[in-house]
RNA sequence: GGCCUCAUCGUCUAACGGUUAGGACACCAGGUUCUCAUCCUGGCAAUGGGGGUUCGAUUCCCCCUGAGGUCACCA
């Protein structure tokens, strides 16, 4: 037995990861990666009608994305099986008269079931254990002969799990078509993969001492378990699942979220440091991550948190790697224009940015000239009160100032605070009005540093049209 | 229905049995010479209910309620 650290992540083909699934994976991952130990993806392929085609490459783009890098794999079970690797375990457990071949047809089974339904019974097949099954010839489901006992798990997450012997039943190791149930693959797998930790989701929480039985069966000492509580759709009234409308991990990097901070929304997820820290780097939470400080219920998530965390990491990056990050969202007249101009306008823009697929409608007016747009004027609380004569006026004053600029966002800053002097206007209207001529955005930022990046030509360029346009 | 798990602001959460129950997101209001955002300040807002134990329960115990999970030849 060695005492080094292996994690997994195990999921099955059958479609796109969720969040609540990458978080499961995340925090395996922190575990191995905070113990120096060994991370491994294994692809739990043994169900062929539910596989997906490409989820599995899916799956290993999703941890790439992410950066949770495995050290084995992928490990596809489906592979294991031509091996053999099952086959062999299950002939240990039929020698040591642990395992027995089912005898019954689906059907039988099917009514035992809806029998102990109709008595408002819980269903065991061990009431139905033959006497004397037959010999085992791989056409039939060969189950595990149970040995109905108490067992209490210390779980990491969720404290003492005590169950009763009733739970315990004769479950099918390997079915009809060859292949082990996860239920038997998973534990063989983990054994001989010598996983020290088993960290998944909730839904195993009642299978569990039907998995430590197995363990004796097999002679082994079970791995630890720490069982993390699903996570909660937005209304928290279901646990988060593919067919309710839950995105893919994927679909967050089309929009341009970081990794960075899909990693420390999906950390902080129903863990805590303990502290009022919110925002963690990845080395930050590979050194801080617990798993005994996991909530023990299921959290909701929230994409408003998400967007905030996302925010703040974009706000904390250096305008270079942002620019980086950035390419490929850009708006399109935006490939007729140089890095250095595009940098400029990654600095006006980058503390506003929540994800990168915001940053067209954020700064389209840098890179075209939108149309005039009278609405923006007539609907502007304080412009809205002058004629468009006072308006013209207005604007031609504040050119005639503005073409003797150099356009540095100092010389702009002076010139814009003396015309509200010789104005005698406020800056809500002013500033408002010169906002709207040189943007034709109902949002931008901050007017003399767009107008500078902008450039003299094309501001003084967009006033004039203006001009003529009220 | 049986079994299991869980329960603090709308949400994520903090609180050796002793705190005015704290922080963050969201929301609202004000400030930062215009808008949006950032930043700052302030506001709203929680221990599901009932019994115990205790000088004192968010915290320990029991019951109820509510929520989730599971009872497959799915994982």
Redesign the pocket.
């Known amino acids: 037995m060695s005492n080094k650290v292996s994690t997994r992540f195990?999921?099955?083909p059958?479609g796109f990861l969720h969040v609540g699934g990458m978080r499961t994976a995340l925090f395996a991952w922190l575990v191995a990666r905070q113990a120096g130990g060994q991370f491994i993806l294994r692809i739990?392929?043994?169900?062929q009608?539910?596989e997906a085609v490409g989820a599995a490459q899916h799956i290993i783009d999703c941890l790439n994305w992410l950066g949770l890098d495995f050290d084995e794999g992928p490990i596809y079970?489906s592979q294991r099986v031509k091996e053999g690797i099952y086959k062999k375990c299950a002939q240990k457990l039929i020698d040591s008269g642990r395992a027995y071949a089912?005898p019954?047809?689906?059907q039988e089974?099917?009514e035992f079931?809806a029998q102990?339904?109709a008595n408002?019974?819980?269903?065991?097949?061990r009431n139905h254990r033959p006497d004397n099954p037959p010999e085992w010839n791989g056409s039939?489901?060969l189950r595990f002969k149970s040995e109905s006992k108490e067992y209490s798990t210390e779980d990491l997450v969720?404290?003492?799990?005590?169950?009763?012997p009733?739970?315990i039943?004769d479950?099918?190791l390997?079915?009809?078509?060859g292949?082990?149930?996860?239920?038997f693959?998973?534990i063989v797998d983990d054994l001989e993969m010598a996983i020290s930790h088993v960290i998944r989701?909730?839904?195993?929480?009642?299978?569990?001492p039907n998995y430590r039985n197995l363990h004796e069966a097999l002679g082994e000492e079970p791995p630890v378990f720490a069982?993390v509580?699903?996570v909660?759709n937005?209304q928290?009234?279901?646990?988060l699942?593919k067919r309710d409308g839950a995105k893919d991990i994927l679909d967050y990097q089309k929009e341009g979220y970081l990794p960075e901070a899909m990693v420390n929304f999906l950390a902080?997820?129903?863990?805590?440091d303990?502290?009022?820290q919110?925002i963690f780097s990845v080395s930050e939470l590979i050194k801080k991550f617990d798993l005994k400080?996991?909530?023990?219920?299921?959290?909701?998530?929230?994409e408003?948190?998400?967007?905030?965390?996302n925010?703040?990491h974009i706000?904390n990056l250096d305008i270079e790697k942002l620019y980086e990050k950035v390419e490929g969202y850009w708006p399109e007249p935006a490939k007729n224009y140089d890095r250095e101009y595009k940098k400029r306008v990654l600095v006006l823009?980058q503390?506003?940015?929540?994800y990168f697929s915001e940053l067209p409608e954020?700064t389209k007016f840098l890179f075209e000239d939108l149309p005039v747009n009278p609405v923006l004027i007539s609907s502007?609380k304080?412009l809205k009160k002058f004629s468009k004569g006072e308006l013209k006026a207005m604007l031609e004053q504040a050119k005639n100032s503005l073409e003797q600029s150099d356009f540095t966002i100092d010389d702009l800053?002076?010139r814009?605070?003396d015309l509200?002097e010789k104005t005698g206007q406020?800056?809500?209207?002013?500033?408002?009005l010169?906002?709207?001529a040189t943007?034709q955005?109902?949002?931008?930022?901050?007017?003399?540093?767009?107008m500078s990046v902008l450039g003299k030509d094309l501001s003084l360029k967009r006033i004039n049209r203006q001009i003529k346009a009220l």
């Open positions: 195990a999921p099955s059958t739990e392929d043994t169900d009608k539910r079970q089912d019954y047809t689906q089974v099917i079931r102990a339904k408002k019974q819980p269903f065991l097949y039939q489901p969720m404290g003492k799990l005590a169950t009763g009733e739970v039943d479950f099918i390997i079915k009809s078509d292949f082990p149930t996860y239920n693959a998973h989701g909730q839904e195993f929480i009642s299978s569990l069982t509580p699903h909660l937005e928290g009234n279901k646990k699942s902080t997820l129903g863990w805590n303990g502290t009022e919110e400080k996991v909530q023990k219920s299921g959290a909701h998530f929230d408003h948190r998400l967007k905030w965390i925010g703040s706000r823009v503390e506003r940015l929540k954020l502007h304080q800053t002076s814009l605070n509200l406020k800056p809500a209207v002013l500033f408002s010169i906002r709207i943007t955005s109902p949002a931008s930022p901050a007017l003399a540093e767009s």
